[in-house]
């Protein structure tokens, strides 16, 4: 069994109600650095990068369905615009309709038009933040391959914006190629998302069994919290 | 070459300023019929159906980006909210900047969200509609298979909402499997349109050389008009 369809597993156990997000991995950092993208605008990279991470997404979609979930694809680039890198407007109701019938929306980190520099990229964790507040969740979980925000060789218990200035550099990317930003961008998307009274967590997804613990709420990471 | 090749090839050496929406073909109405949509909400019937249209719209983007157009790809399900069948919302300003940058996007029938009835189709024609009134389409062009709106063994120069009941039954489908309407689907929308001062064509884009005339503005098949 590869990741894709472990993931998918402890996923498809957990409770309803459930929004999956997934970021762009190897299959959308690689060309988005390729084409020069965000920055660039290049309507061959900006189609190649889409058709990668909605390659991924479909690899994902069939994998939840394989272990008994009943997951719908929404990407980004059809239901959102940017402006200067940031969500602008954000088409939602479609992924809210798909909660309530009991549907399991599973979205992606993509590219997506941008009012004022042509195109972007908007990561996974950038969809956390904004749908987490726009749809009022109760759990927030960003799993990674770390065991949470890693200070000094182990995982913080727990973090707040005041103590990120102190952590400084040691802060660095979650994965070999990220062109969005790695621990330290997911850190700052959910610190966002604190501010605005919502907690969430960090922690390892790739340890079998913390997925379902994390959705249930247990603190098996790092707690961002206001 | 392919009809979808040479579909491509014409759509690409026309105009700029360009929205392409095709329709879910023998990829959508065959699943869409055989797990009972629309009216039965089937979570796997839908997920099953989008991924047979979404696949039909990669096999479009990839033909048009190799015909040299800079296509991207728009799903319906991700951008749009029905109500008893009919567009309730639609998140349409991807689609807009995308036009506003020199990209073409390209739409398709699908599957979509429904507030009253759980889950819907959406066909191409009622995208042809709707998006030719919100973004104040300058041409409508609508491909078949026939020459027109066929009426006792001939293509209608012309065709008002008046005339609709004295052509009745004579009005079949377009295609042989077509659980949104076939031809007196599209006139209907189409006569919708009209009824908001906008104009379109109904031509056979079989036809080698009509997309490029049609897509000027010429009328090579039969007015659908106020």
Redesign the interface.
Known sequence: MNEIERVAREIAQSPEDLIFIHGAGSYGHAPAKKYGLPGK?D??G??NT??CV?KLN?LV?DAL?KAGA????????????LQSGRIK?F?V??IA??VK???MPVLHGDV??D?SQ??GIVSGDQLVSYLARALNAGVIAVGTDKDGVIFEGAPLKEITRERLPELGSALGGSTAVDVTGGMKGKLLELLELADTGSNSIIFNASKEGLIARALKGELVGTLVRT
């Open positions: 605008f309507p061959i900006l189609r889409h058709a909605a479909s979609v369905a009943n997951p719908m694809p929404v990407h980004p680039l059809s239901s959102m615009i407007d088409f109701e479609p309709e798909m019938r009991g549907l997506a038009l009012i042509g195109a």
